[in-house]
């Protein structure tokens, strides 16, 4: 789905895990034609019930090729680490996995509740149990378009959100604050992922800094150290 203000000739495509919780919410308080409840009723989802992220679609995006088109990008690395800490500890997508709980027992079970090293080693068969898992995890082309660059007029990063705010607030002449929604509450390095946990992701993850070229730098062109000193940490 393409997330397209016509009022405001401005449209948006989400990455999931990239700040697009606190971009919906923005967007939808510039939105007429969206309905913002007040603030002790909105939830979790509820800006994603409105603007929901759906997969890059050429003709949907061409659609809008009057609007000004923008996406927010985030370090693959570190998007990756918040679908465990977000998605497994936080909102507890397995822990309530049904499917996964209708598993047949046995020494190859996958877990309910696992570490991260057992959550990223047996990634894709999570992402088979637990269609949020596969959703948070799927490779950013599939959200943002098979090339990054020719499809959007400003492309930001995670960090870079007061300058969205900013941008957004002289295109529509209004205050745009852009709140923090969904945040994860621990943080998770790379680097405390064991030796063979790190090589399991090597692949995925050095599509995704390809695809990201002159934005990230891959942190997996030489071999991590294995860190097992370097804890998951909780956010202040």
């Known amino acids: 789905m393409v997330i397209a203000i016509d009022a405001h000739k401005i449209a948006y495509m989400a990455l999931p895990k990239a700040g697009c919780s606190s971009v919906k919410e923005?967007?939808?308080?510039?939105?007429?034609?969206?309905a913002v409840p007040k603030d002790d009723a909105i939830g979790a989802y509820t800006f994603h019930d409105a603007y929901p992220t759906r997969r890059f679609r050429p003709h949907r995006w061409q659609?809008?090729?009057?609007?000004w088109r923008f996406c927010v990008i985030r370090d693959p690395a570190k998007r990756l680490m918040s679908c465990y800490?977000?998605?497994v500890?936080?909102?507890?997508?397995?822990?309530?996995?049904?499917?996964?709980?209708?598993?047949?027992?046995?020494?190859?079970a996958l877990e309910r509740e696992p570490g991260p090293?057992?959550?990223f080693r047996n990634l894709e068969a999570y992402k088979t149990v637990s269609s949020s898992i596969k959703h948070h995890a799927m490779g950013a082309w599939l959200f943002l378009g098979p090339e990054l660059r020719p499809h959007y007029d400003r492309i930001y990063k995670t960090d870079e959100l007061d300058v969205l705010a900013r941008d957004l607030s002289r295109r529509c002449a209004r205050p745009v604050r852009l709140r923090r929604r969904n945040?994860?509450?621990?943080?998770?390095?790379?680097?405390?992922?064991?030796?063979a946990t790190i090589d399991a992701?090597?692949?995925?993850?050095?599509?995704e800094y390809a695809y990201f070229e002159g934005f990230y730098t891959n942190p997996l062109g030489k071999r991590l150290r294995p860190?097992?000193?370097?804890p998951i940490r909780r956010v202040s």
């Open 26 to 34: 923005a967007l939808a308080r510039l939105d007429p034609d969206v």
């Open 63 to 67: 659609a809008v090729s009057d609007h």
């Open 85 to 87: 800490t977000n998605r």
């Open 89 to 108: 500890l936080q909102f507890g997508d397995l822990r309530n996995s049904r499917r996964l709980r209708k598993l047949q027992s046995g020494s190859a």
């Open 117 to 119: 090293d057992a959550f």
């Open 183 to 195: 945040s994860s509450e621990v943080t998770l390095r790379i680097e405390a992922l064991e030796g």
């Open 201 to 207: 992701l090597r692949p995925f993850l050095d599509q």
């Open 227 to 230: 860190s097992c000193a370097i």
